[in-house]
């Protein structure tokens, strides 16, 4: 499975894409940052992000679509722009018919390193960790996307069986337990 994800944001939208690799691991495709300059009038920055992320589609031909879910923030102009990117991103996956998933910060965090109130920094090595990077994606909004890529490659460990669950790295299990704490408490199942 091929994953391209999406850290949004208005002045830097991190873009990683990462494909899935035989016994839970991953491998880096494509990592990097699509910008815009604040001297710029609102809507001619989303179009700038809109054509980066509509180049970053076609070259990799994802087979989902993972973007950040936009969290409230006391700044209401950055929550408007990130949001605005966000969904430029489920545009652009739509256009195609590719499926998105959206991800929490948290879930994001829990996924990659076990703990959903990781720092960025412990973030930022377990996904160089991860993809066997020697040394960690910069700017962050990259090492961003890339961690939500592979939150959405693990994602389906929610759902596996305890047998299959034996074979999950610590990060895993402890992110597969929380996703079902969570829609335990949810009163899903």
Do not use: Y
């Amino acid at each position: 499975m091929r994953v391209l994800g999406v850290d949004p944001g208005l002045t830097r939208c991190g873009i990683g894409v990462v494909d899935s690799r035989q016994g839970r691991r991953a491998d880096l495709v494509a990592v990097g940052v699509a910008t815009s300059s604040t001297d710029l009038s609102v809507d001619v920055r989303l179009l700038r992000i809109s054509t980066e992320l509509d180049r970053w589609m076609d070259l990799h031909v994802p087979d989902v679509v993972a973007v950040e879910r936009v969290f409230a923030q006391h700044n209401v102009s950055t929550v408007m722009g990130t949001a605005q990117v966000a969904g430029l991103a489920m545009v652009a996956a739509a256009r195609r018919g590719v499926p998105v998933a959206m991800h929490t910060p948290s879930e994001v965090k829990a996924a990659v390193t076990g703990s959903g109130r990781a720092g960025k920094e412990q973030v930022q090595k377990m996904v160089a960790s991860i993809l066997g990077l020697a040394e960690v994606p910069r700017p962050a909004d990259a090492a961003d996307a890339l961690a939500i890529a592979i939150c959405q490659l693990w994602r389906p460990a929610a759902l596996m069986d305890r047998a299959e669950r034996l074979e999950l790295t610590p990060a895993q299990r402890a992110w597969a337990a929380a996703e079902q704490a969570a829609r335990r408490a949810k009163g899903t199942r």
